[in-house]
């Protein structure tokens, strides 16, 4: 079995958002966490989870629904955003271990909504050092000039996308196929290269 520092816990959310501006009062929240653990040394996908989180102080707009799937039912079935960041917290060991996403929005939405909230930041500290971003060591991997998306940058290693395209649970897991091709190449930090961001 790998130690926790062997796993990183690859982060996709999805939050409620508008084709413009949001309603007056309302804000974006994170409405899904998708997450799929990484274990570099045996390079394996370990699992594919998806906690679905209940908005508080917005709703799910048609634009919302037609991106991601997701209806306001669905996420109505969800759990609090502090029930889903205590799940992270014990039961993905988020603080313990070390996490990335494709890019810093991420990082940036949660630490907005736990100050919002109130509630504890469900990963370690600092922040920055704890957390990859995926997308910046993929373009300097590739030695590309632009940082790319998720989906371009599956069709740049020759991988397929799973799933669908903005649900957080599928996002992770095609996310953590690029982890690995990252790994593959010693681009990964800890692997002989790449950098934390």
């Not at 394996?44 to 209940?54: K, M, P, T």
Request: hydrophobic share 40%; with cysteine.
């Amino acid at each position: 079995m790998s130690q926790d520092r062997d796993i990183v816990n690859v982060i996709d959310v999805e939050a409620t958002c508008w084709d413009g501006q949001p309603p007056a009062g309302s804000v974006s929240e994170i409405i899904e966490i998708g997450l799929t653990p990484v274990d570099l040394a045996s390079g394996r996908r370990l699992g594919r989870h998806a906690i679905l989180v209940r908005p508080a102080r917005s709703a799910l707009s048609a634009f919302c629904t037609e991106l991601t799937g997701l209806t306001q039912a669905e996420v109505d079935d969800g759990v609090p955003f502090s029930e889903a960041c205590r799940i992270l917290a014990e039961e993905h060991g988020s603080a313990r271990r070390p996490w990335a996403s494709w890019g810093d929005y991420d990082r940036h939405q949660f630490t907005r909504q736990c100050r919002a909230e109130n509630v504890a930041y469900p990963f370690g500290f600092p922040a920055e050092r704890t957390h990859t971003n995926a997308k910046a060591v993929f373009t300097t991997a590739y030695g590309l000039r632009k940082r790319p998306g998720m989906k371009q940058a599956l069709e740049i290693a020759g991988l397929p996308l799973e799933g669908r395209h903005h649900r957080g649970v599928d996002d992770a897991w095609n996310i953590a196929a690029l982890v690995l091709d990252l790994v593959q190449r010693a681009a990964w930090p800890g692997t002989g290269g790449g950098h934390a961001a």
